[in-house]
């Protein structure tokens, strides 16, 4: 069974950074595209953004410009480097197999707070 471990969240002044990572077990990692996603309190679960085999990336238009999302192929690891982070950025993070949905992780929280 694929598991998805999310890591690497905390609480950050607006402005700040972040870098997240994803590790995945098992081959799955290096056939499909991979994708962050968040849920903030009270609010549905969203994507932010996906990253193909090859790493080429795609953005949802509230993080373009702020987010860097990349894969390690070799480590079966993806990261999201989180930069000048918002307060309405805060949620809980999560990373996913887009085409090939698997079991949700437990996710890592990300609080942006003066």
């Known amino acids: 069974q694929v598991q998805l471990v999310e890591s690497g969240g905390g609480l950050v002044q607006p402005g700040g950074s972040l870098r997240l990572s994803c590790s995945v077990s098992g081959s799955i990692f290096r056939i499909y595209r991979m994708a962050w996603y968040r849920q903030a309190p009270g609010k549905q679960r969203e994507h932010v953004a996906t990253v193909s085999v090859s790493n080429s990336p795609t953005y949802a238009d509230s993080v373009k410009g702020r987010f860097t999302i990349s894969r390690d192929n070799a480590k079966n690891t993806m990261y999201l480097q989180m930069n000048d982070l918002k307060t309405e950025d805060t949620a809980v993070y999560y990373c996913?197999?887009?085409?090939?949905?698997?079991?949700w992780g437990e996710g890592t929280q990300v609080t942006v707070s003066s």
């Open positions: 996913n197999v887009p085409n090939n949905l698997q079991p």
